[in-house]
């Protein structure tokens, strides 16, 4: 990149004029139709262009010493971040994008692909990732965060995953992959779990012997007969509603949890530190959580 900018005046295309008015407005960048001074851009290190009906990032990569994008709520189609190798913290939630190349974004921490059009994704180049959200990817099918051992938080609901191996994510503690097709998951690995959402996964059984740090545990809707929740002393909330029998009310009354199940109607997204929809309830809009797990709840 730097060899292909001779200097401060060469002139970076922007071809998408809703992007140009964006610059304009909040950066104060002069135009020469739809070109800007390298010069100019060079040193910008956020762009926040959010719900702006932009449809193309052309010229994004020239951005070199961006260390945060959020391009979420826009109309893109591709997105092409290969440049920008500073980046610690992109979002590009509810995109039309259905691939991207994050393989020299090695200094990313926060990513944020919900709602995007991904079949498949490379995050193993990522090993800095701290919070990986890929919620309502709907035509995903598998995953691969063996590499990203520094995960905190990751969420992959909402999607057609069939398997998810998480044993060298020993960091974890939000892990939220509930609505898929994950019928076994080993999470001994996982100590430092502290909300695990496996609702709707088809679950037969799960043991959490070794997960001693979990408050928050949803396992609705599954087909669990029966849970061993005697190793799991910081335990708060369990959510069983709508495995079969009746086998989660001798479990309210032999430990000292609070169990929902039956027809009870719980908020779940409201009061755990899982992945929300932002607005008034405190979710921060970058890393989708509450409270905010990504150092910088100003997105």
Not at 174 to 196: H, P
Not at 247 to 263: A, I, P, T
Request: proline share 2%; glycine share 4%.
């Amino acid at each position: 990149m730097e060899n292909a900018v001779a200097s401060d005046e060469f002139r970076v295309s922007i071809p998408d004029v809703h992007v140009r008015m964006f610059l304009i407005e909040e950066h104060k960048l002069e135009f020469i139709d739809i070109t800007v001074a390298y010069g100019d851009i060079k040193e910008i290190k956020e762009l926040n262009c959010t719900f702006r009906s932009i449809q193309s990032l052309e010229g994004v990569l020239f951005f070199t010493a961006l260390t945060y994008l959020d391009c979420s709520f826009n109309r893109l189609t591709s997105l092409d971040v290969s440049q920008n190798t500073d980046l610690t913290k992109l979002n590009c939630n509810s995109s039309y994008i259905k691939s991207l190349d994050v393989s020299q974004n090695t200094a990313l921490e926060v990513l944020n692909l919900e709602r995007c059009c991904f079949q498949s994704l490379d995050v193993s180049q990522n090993t800095a990732l701290e919070v990986l959200n890929l919620k309502s990817c709907m035509q995903l099918k598998s995953l691969d965060v063996s590499q990203n051992t520094a995960l905190e938080v990751l969420n992959c609901n909402w999607n057609n995953i069939k398997s998810l191996d998480v044993s060298q994510n020993t960091a974890l503690k939000v892990l939220n992959c509930n609505w898929n097709v994950i019928e076994s998951l080993d999470i001994s690995q996982n100590t430092a779990l502290e909300v695990l959402n496996l609702e709707r996964c088809w679950l037969q059984s799960l043991d959490v012997s070794q997960n001693t740090a979990l408050e928050v545990l949803n396992c609705a809707e599954n087909q669990l007969t029966s849970l061993d929740l005697s190793n799991n002393p910081s335990l708060e909330k369990v959510i069983l509603k709508g495995n079969p029998g009746d086998w989660w009310e001798q479990l309210e009354e032999d430990e000292e949890v609070e169990v929902w199940g039956g027809d009870d109607n719980y908020d779940f997204s409201s009061s755990w530190g899982g992945f929300g929809d932002g607005g008034d309830s405190g979710f921060c809009s970058a890393c989708q959580l509450a409270p905010c797990m990504c150092s910088d709840p100003g997105w």
